[in-house]
């Protein structure tokens, strides 16, 4: 497949994380020739960074690979639908049906070890008297839940270094479901400690796709990045025309 012909791969990280958690697909997608974008989620609320991340992909020439880790994956049910959107990758994520929320959808299975070490904040909101509330996990535990088998340093690094997510995401309700249309892979991190790998399986199940389980925590990009590019390229190739 000549540079020209290859999709450009779209990687959307999860909440209490950034671009940074692709840190070691990036390289290796960029020495296979592969066009790679890596943008900021502004994790502020489903509906909204899904507005954002389509008006990214709307303005890339030619065929996306939509990559959603974790709530990325909520993120890209709804921006997959963009017409240049070949394929979605799910990576320890939400494949959200239409019309349910990331509580509904995690609220069918028992809480991961998440649930017991969120912390909630306030934050303000322009032009509201009511502030909003941002969502993080405790710095001591996130390695554990979060990064288990990753090296310490890094998880050290990223513990302190989240980008929270506003408990307003948690509630508002996917307005279509990309993977109803779009070809979609799912990966199940089978030792995550963040979302119940029975939520996961659920969604994929449900979504119909083809879908791989590692043994990993819920970086499995960090932890297992070459089962991160495999799948990948089996949405790539599939997809190729």
């Known amino acids: ?74 993120v890209i049910t709804v921006a997959g639908a963009e017409d240049n959107v070949k394929a979605l990758v799910y990576l320890a994520g939400y ?52 990064a288990a088998d990753v090296d310490p340093r890094i998880a050290a690094v990223l513990a302190v270094s989240q980008r929270p ?16 249309t779009k070809p979609s892979w799912g990966l199940v991190a089978t030792a995550d400690h963040t979302i119940n790998p029975d939520v996961q399986r659920y969604g994929y199940e449900r979504a119909d796709m083809a879908t791989v389980e590692v043994d990993s925590s819920h970086l499995v990009m960090l932890a297992h990045p070459e089962r991160v590019i495999q799948l990948i390229e089996d949405a790539i190739r599939a997809t190729a025309h």
């Open 1 to 74: 497949m000549s540079r020209s012909d290859s999709p450009t791969v779209v990687l959307i990280h999860g909440a209490f994380a950034d671009a940074s958690s692709f840190g070691r697909v990036i390289p290796e997608l960029l020495a296979r020739g592969l066009d790679v974008v890596a943008p900021a989620v502004p994790n502020r609320s489903l509906l909204g960074d899904s507005a954002y991340i389509a008006s990214i992909v709307r303005e890339i020439p030619g065929p996306v690979v939509l990559v959603g880790h974790s709530y990325g994956g909520a």
């Open 95 to 146: 494949a959200l049906e239409e019309g349910e929320s990331l509580g509904e959808l995690q609220g069918r299975f028992p809480d991961s070890d998440l649930a017991t070490a969120l912390v909630y904040s306030p934050f303000p909101i322009e032009g509201s008297t009511t502030p909003g509330t941002d969502v993080s996990v405790e710095i001591d535990k996130f390695p554990s839940i979060f």
């Open 165 to 180: 997510l506003a408990a307003q995401a948690f509630a508002e309700k996917a307005p279509e479901a990309a993977w109803k």
